[in-house]
């Protein structure tokens, strides 16, 4: 029987990039060549029962997933990746929501799911494969999303919307790259970045939740870690760890959150060689731009471009994204379209123009209302956080029976500034102060606490409530 | 620092920030004629929260709201005994 045309696998463009030696991905314990992957298999014989089915990987190591990922691309026919913390009753939903056929689990104890007629468990050791792969299928790729409330969302992507963002050349490159990132592999951030080493001939070195940001960062310089990303805090985590230096990277990427101004001076200032972005992705929109200007928000040209990649128009303020980056649709049922009528995401990520350059405000659905009156606890956050002792600050409502709620931060002073702590009312005159100067005063403070951390939620951004 | 204390340094700490002109207190005053508005006792409330652990205003029913100064005062002072 003639198969019908597919486009090439995940694995065939990782053969087709370039020589495989001397490619690794480098997990917290140990790691792998991607020359070793060739006519080796972690899913043994079990691989050609996986043909054609819906497979949920769920597995505890990173590195597993990822070769999982590489051989099920082209054989399974949709290849749900679980982030790691996900409840067993999430896991349940999404088992039944994928349809899902097959478990690929890397525990000798996986949880016995309901509805789901097969648990492959990986082989750690690379066995030789049984069989030449055949690349039969167009996999769909599923990401799970961290819901605001509920269950979390299914979000279908192609091999092809994943890579599209991806292009040789678009960053600075001498050598092979390394490239590493804070985010977990399963999530859209982390996908983009394993995606990146795996099809632009690099390495990648994974992030471990049981490992330290120092040494995280210590590991990631010790692999002689090129290109690395993560979220602005993931960032202001890493400055604020005495392990900062341990990297010397060429590119420096910041996604996932707004990137206010104060974080790329600081990161501008620590790796003073590096090309420092802050991209515009979300796992429904994928990436939409790529900002390498050294400057917070992005050119006012980039909206409305006929004939442009990525088509980006704003209504309401928020920032809507139509291209071959985005997603498909959603899994399962009761969930409004992923895209409306002419193809276009809504981010629900509301934008404010001053002269010729649009910035972030925040999230449609994290707007505080101080007495009728919107205000978004990020632009307070970008203004805070401009204080030069400041490192991150998380902006937030309190229940306020005169307006309804007012606002209150929550502030991270810099270790290496040095501030005394009998003098922290000085700055906590001085940050209302400088939010006065610049923002309505409905927006300014109504408390400063300060801090010795804030809290990330498991896709390494701010936690904030309901968010 | 004693409650009153506390309060009143900062309606004359809010009002300075927010560019009121804070009338002469006693405990007759209004605080409709306070010169103060409602955002600024918003955030006298959420900051007297922070220094004496308590929001009267949380749990009270509208009927039980201070009209002047020194009831405002004692709404406080009852809320922390």
């Known amino acids: 029987m003639k198969m019908p045309q597919v486009e090439a696998s995940l694995w065939q463009l990782i053969a087709r990039a370039g020589d495989l030696r001397d490619r690794f991905l480098w997990s917290a314990e140990d790691g792998i060549a991607f020359g070793h992957l060739a006519g080796r298999s972690i899913l043994d014989t079990d691989l050609e029962l996986l043909a054609g089915s819906a497979v949920l990987v769920a597995t505890t190591r990173q590195l597993t997933a990822a070769l999982a990922a590489i051989e099920l691309d082209g054989v399974a026919r949709r290849l749900v990746l679980c982030p790691p913390d996900l409840s067993a009753e999430h896991i349940a939903a999404i088992v039944a929501a994928a349809d899902i056929d097959a478990l690929v689990t890397d525990e000798a104890s996986a949880t016995v799911l309901t509805g789901c007629a097969r648990t492959v468990r990986c082989n750690p050791k690379l066995a030789a494969a049984a069989q030449t792969r055949i690349n039969r299928h167009r996999t769909e790729w599923v990401l799970v999303t961290s819901g605001t409330t509920g269950l979390p969302k299914l979000v279908v992507h192609t091999l092809s919307s994943l890579t599209a963002p991806i292009r040789p050349g678009r960053v600075i490159s001498l050598g092979r790259p390394v490239w590493s990132t804070f985010y977990d592999i399963r999530r859209y951030g982390g996908l983009q970045v394993f995606l990146r080493a795996a099809l632009g001939a690099g390495s990648l070195v994974l992030s471990s939740p049981s490992e330290s940001t120092e040494d995280f960062l210590y590991r990631a310089g010790d692999r002689g870690v090129t290109h690395i990303s993560g979220t602005p805090s993931h960032w202001r985590g890493a400055l604020m760890s005495s392990a900062a230096n341990r990297i010397a990277p060429n590119y420096v990427r910041l996604s996932g959150e707004i990137a206010d101004q104060a974080i790329l001076d600081d990161l501008r200032s620590c790796y003073p060689g590096a090309a420092i972005g802050h991209a515009f992705a979300s796992t429904e929109a994928g990436v939409a731009f790529e900002v390498d200007d050294g400057l917070a928000g992005f050119p006012a040209a980039l909206i409305g471009r006929s004939g442009a990649e990525v088509d980006m128009k704003i209504e309401a303020d928020a920032l809507h994204i139509r291209s071959g980056r985005t997603a498909i649709c959603y899994l399962g049922d009761a969930i409004a379209p992923l895209r409306d009528r002419d193809g276009f995401v809504d981010t629900a990520d509301i934008v404010h123009r001053r002269d010729e350059r649009y910035y972030f405000a925040g999230r449609r659905d994290g707007v505080i209302n101080v007495g009728g009156l919107k205000v978004h606890p990020e632009e307070v956050e970008a203004v805070i956080n401009r204080h030069p002792a400041v490192r991150m600050s998380l902006v937030k409502h309190r229940k306020n029976r005169f307006t309804g709620a007012v606002v209150v931060a929550d502030v991270v002073v810099r270790a290496d500034r040095g501030w005394p702590a009998d003098q922290t009312g000085v700055l906590q005159s001085e940050i209302l102060e400088a939010c006065r100067q610049s923002l309505p005063r409905h927006k300014v403070p109504a408390t400063i606490r300060f801090v010795s951390s804030l809290n990330l939620g498991t896709a390494g951004k701010l936690a904030r409530l309901g968010a | ?81």
């Open chain 2, 1 to 81: 620092m004693s409650i009153r204390s506390t309060i009143l340094s900062q309606f004359v700490q809010v009002s300075r920030e927010q560019n009121k002109s804070l009338a002469s207190l006693s405990d007759s005053t209004l605080l409709l004629d306070s010169g103060l508005d409602s955002l600024c006792f918003a955030i006298i409330v959420a900051r007297l929260d922070d220094c004496l652990g308590v929001d009267p205003f949380e749990t009270a029913t509208d009927d039980k709201f201070p009209l002047t100064f020194g009831d405002f005062v004692k709404f406080y002072e009852d809320a922390a005994s």
